[in-house]
T-cell receptor, first 113, second 118 residues
Framework: QKEVEQNSGPLSVPEGAIASLNCTYS??????FFWYRQYSGKSPELIMS??SNGDKEDGRFTAQLNKASQYVSLLIRDSQPSDSATYLC?????????????WGLGTSLAVNP | GAVVSQHPSRVICKSGTSVKIECRSL??????MFWYRQFPKQSLMLMATSNEGSKATYEQGVEKDKFLINHASLTLSTLTVTSAHPEDSSFYIC????FGAGEDEKLFFGSGTQLSVL
């Protein structure tokens, strides 16, 4: 079992729809959870971070964390073609300053005009 | 936000040569820097973690004599791929965290270096 699992996609949604991205992790002791967006040939950029159970909203993005079920999801409302990218889920299993993120393989999202 | 500058963005070299990649934190002190490698359609794989003034900690399977990391100052870390071979062709990315970055629990990524070894 991979430590962080994501459906590779591609996930295809029409413009204006809600895109739902899911991620599961194996280490119950994981502390922090992150969603990054990566365009082809570019570095990842942070979209959302979440640390406690429940929902966290930031603009069109909502992260949801359920530690009991060991999953974290990202919802993108009113999807735009510019949202088309690979979304990487990353999990930090160590607290403290010297962190080590465990990365999923990413889900490719295509938003169709 | 904090900026991490990574150079070069792209390098093409002949097999057997060495390539140095620089990663600089421009407006904060990076006490810890991370070096990643990413193959096409794969996720980021952590190669090593470097702390300023000490030896880097390499992940299992990463040859420390081949991938030399130097973190001599709080704003600069370098990765040197020695005697590069075609299988080393990949996208190399640095990231940094540290004091004064302005935001908690956030890594700042360089723009990446695409290495192609002929």
């Amino acid at each position: 079992q991979k430590e962080v699992e994501q459906n590779s996609g591609p996930l295809s949604v029409p413009e204006g729809a809600i895109a739902s991205l899911n991620c599961t992790y194996s280490d119950r002791g994981s502390q922090s959870f992150f969603w990054y967006r990566q365009y082809s040939g570019k570095s990842p950029e942070l979209i959302m971070s979440i640390y406690s159970n429940g929902d966290k909203e930031d603009g069109r993005f909502t992260a949801q964390l359920n530690k009991a079920s060991q999953y974290v999801s990202l919802l993108i409302r009113d999807s735009q073609p510019s949202d088309s990218a690979t979304y990487l889920c990353a999990v930090n299993r160590e607290a403290g300053n010297n962190r080590k993120l465990i990365w999923g393989l990413g889900t490719s999202l295509a938003v169709n005009p | 936000g904090a900026v991490v500058s990574q150079h070069p963005s792209r390098v093409i070299c002949k097999s057997g040569t060495s390539v140095k990649i620089e990663c600089r934190s421009l407006d904060f002190q990076a006490t810890t820097m991370f070096w990643y490698r990413q193959f096409p359609k794969q996720s980021l794989m952590l190669m090593a973690t470097s702390n300023e003034g000490s030896k880097a900690t390499y992940e299992q399977g990463v040859e420390k004599d081949k991938f030399l990391i130097n973190h001599a100052s709080l704003t600069l870390s370098t990765l040197t791929v020695t005697s590069a071979h075609p299988e080393d062709s990949s996208f190399y990315i640095c990231s940094a965290e540290g004091f004064g970055a302005g935001e908690d629990e956030k890594l700042f990524f360089g723009s990446g270096t695409q290495l192609s070894v002929l």
